[in-house]
DNA sequence: TAGATTGTTAATCGATTAACAATC
DNA sequence: TAGATTGTTAATCGATTAACAATC
């Protein structure tokens, strides 16, 4: 029984399920049983406060003197993110980025299932990964009226990101994995988008090290 | 002429730093020569007041009445994150991902320098990923004394990244790029860290299909 | 000069933290 | 019951937005 509309709930706190539900599979995993606010707040670097402010978003899930039971929390919070649900992912682009992540991901403990790896370039379809054959991308079409996929990964040059996006939409696709240095513009309501750039991920560190440096030098 | 020591600008404002660069970069390449903030933020998809708050905490690079010289505040920025740098970087792990992002990551565009790959497993030594040999572990030490890099990025399992980040640190490195899907702990002070878990975002993808069907039930 | 748009201060909004009564 | 710890409301803090005087 979730205590608010989850449209209601902020995304700074959305952000921060999948790191919770990191650390307390962690602690599962380690057999511990059950954990209060404030240990938590001590092992991810939070405050308890914040800890029972954001669990409390979907519903009591702890109690009072006692704390919250680990193996129930990571179920509620695994329901909350959907991770049972594994919806069928398609890969475009079977590059080098796009052949790391199908091997690499384990897409069902993320709450998805990789169903499809498409490219562009013909001589690529047939040769295997992660247990599927790439198709060339004439098949996309008819894949996606088949299989009806969720969740597309965009593993492919900025320059064609946008048109493809509009085009999988039109087959059904109602979120992105872009991880093709471009920002797609989505207007259709219900699409969502994760636009992954690493390159401003490593640009952060370049940043913090230049400022260490002209901190020294002052 | 910064306005604040860097140390005072809030990470809010630097996070967003890299994708003004980005949008900056684009307009520059169509041959935009002027932009006012106004403009920027339809692009961008922010406020005015917003931008010219971000860009003010680091000097005034506008002009009444006239707007951003798009030439100019690209080098700013550049400047700022420290693009022409050139930090060495090495990776640690040439698996699936390690080599992925070898390849397929222009670290020159980045403010760093690829300068060495590493595996454990010595069979992997001597392959070529990105115009560099892949070296055994065992080569780490004396690499990183000659060569002094500051930079490395852990693509390496879990288990293995703490052990691993510690000994980096006490080698020279100053700033880890982390996909081990492990948050390592980094007590010493300036040495910075990117913790990049790709399992947590394509889980808010899962989250927002799950939070949508849901919202169709109700 | 008049018009445009910045730099900057003040107002608003939202997120985090603190406090505490409820309750296991 | 007494102690612990939650759920929740209130206070604080910070980030975003709005407003406008400065100025190109």
New interface residues.
Partial sequence: MPKA???DISVSV??R???Y??FIGELVKQGTVRISSGELAEKMSLTASQIRQDLNCFGGFGQQGYGYNLAELRTEIGK????S?G?KTIIIGA???G???A???D?R????RLVGIFDNDPKKAGSRVADLEVMPVSELDSFCIREQP??AVLCIPKTAAQELADKLISLGI????NFS?YDIKITHK?V?V?N????????????????????EK?
Same sequence: chains 1, 2.
């Fill in positions: 509309k989850k449209s959305i952000k399920l999948p790191r539900y990191r909350i993110l959907g991770i649900q919806y590059g080098n980025l052949h790391a992540i091997a690499h991901m897409f403990e993320y709450g998805c969720k969740i109602n979120a992105f994995w240095h219900d969502v994760e992954v750039h690493l390159g401003d991920s490593i640009m952060m560190l370049s940043y913090a090290l230049n400022n260490a440096d002209e901190s002052e």
